[in-house]
């Protein structure tokens, strides 16, 4: 059941300004030892669920059930699953050996519940993550493959007939945001750029041509232990970073802001320092507000659209303390139209707040 946010707690979990509206347990999501990411989708008629990678599948919740709707089981078991969706259709990844890219249908939600299987296998490839340019139609999966590890574009605009256009970048991707360019710098307005995550680095590539890609630049932050992930606020000026290592030096929670205005030459320019020293995981920009799973502090919601960045609300899923872990909250997923944001936590389970 759900439970306002009063005198900093909600049914137990720590929280500001973030009401809780409904948490499901672990232990009540079948095939489900422990939570990894997540993404949202909205059917055609304005419902709105969670789809929530598990250790043997994927969770399909509807927002403020306590129960999951359905359960796509595929490819064994792996503490790695990322899950992107494309005109209606999830697209699965999972580091489980020869899982490929899973391909389901959520308009079968509409008719069918319970344990499912994907629509549609393609390779047997196992990779981490797997990246969707919604506008482009094109799927990228990193961190496996056939690109040593590297990005693999895949035409999507058939969700059932996805099909590789080829490596558009060789050496390892842990992570990546992939948009038609629409900021600042002129010389690439309008064209595809991908800015991968490499764990060492962030590289800007223009992915236009697909058979041609062309490296822009390439940026080491000051601090970087491991490039983890980033995604650009809505101007396209700005690169919000997380690094999932630098916590380990003794700091606190930390989160770099690089101005790509000049893709040809980004700027590292400032850093924001959280009030916990948790690891900042998955974040996702969405208006003004930068939507972070920190790991054991939980969602935290920095307002980014400021030249001095503050953290405005919270809502910490992790009981256990702030500390420098890998547990807690993996993902985030703040672009549902009704306000309300997905949280998964890794070991608890999946909370749904507003």
């Known amino acids: 059941a759900g439970a306002p946010c009063v005198d900093g707690a909600a049914a137990g979990f720590a929280c500001d300004g ?55 089981t595929y490819g064994g078991r792996s503490y790695w699953r990322d899950v992107k969706v494309y005109n209606g259709h999830a697209f699965v990844v999972s580091e489980a050996t020869a899982h490929g890219l899973a391909v389901f249908d959520l308009s079968r939600l509409e008719t069918e519940q319970g344990d499912l299987r994907p629509d549609v296998i393609y390779g047997d490839f196992a990779a981490h993550n797997v990246a969707v340019n919604e506008e482009s139609a094109t799927a990228y999966v990193v961190g496996g493959g056939p690109c040593a590890y590297g990005a693999l574009a895949v035409d999507v605009r058939d969700p059932k007939s996805p099909e590789a256009l080829g490596c558009v970048f060789n050496g390892y991707v842990h992570d990546a945001q992939c948009v038609v360019y629409r900021g600042g710098d002129d010389d690439y307005y309008g064209r595809e750029i991908c800015f991968f995550f490499t764990g060492a680095e962030i590289r800007v590539v223009d992915v236009t041509n697909v058979n041609r890609p062309t490296g822009v630049s390439s940026l080491v932050y000051d601090g970087v232990a491991f490039a983890h992930q980033g995604w650009l606020d809505c101007a396209q000026a700005l690169l919000v970073v997380d690094d999932e290592l630098d916590e380990f030096d003794d700091e606190r929670t930390r989160t770099y802001f690089v101005d790509v205005s000049d ?92």
Request: with cysteine; hydrophobic share 45%.
């Open 18 to 72: 973030v009401d809780l509206v409904a948490f499901t347990g672990t232990s009540s999501i079948a095939y489900a030892e422990f939570t990894n990411d997540l993404w949202g989708w909205t059917s055609p008629a304005g419902v709105e669920y969670a789809l929530v990678g598990a250790s043997h599948g994927l969770a399909i919740f509807e927002l403020g059930r306590q129960s999951a709707v359905a359960t796509v």
């Open 263 to 354: 893709l040809d030459a980004p700027v590292f320019v400032k850093t924001h320092y959280g009030a916990t020293t948790a690891i900042d995981h998955n974040q996702y920009v969405c208006g003004a507000f930068s939507y972070q799973a920190n790991y054991a502090a939980g969602l935290r919601i920095l307002d980014v659209s400021r030249d001095e960045i503050s953290e405005v609300a919270s809502f910490d899923t992790h009981r256990d303390g702030d500390g420098t872990t890998w547990t807690g909250a993996w993902g985030a997923y703040p672009f549902f139209a009704s306000g309300r944001v997905a949280v998964n936590d890794i070991d608890d389970g999946v909370a749904v707040v507003q």
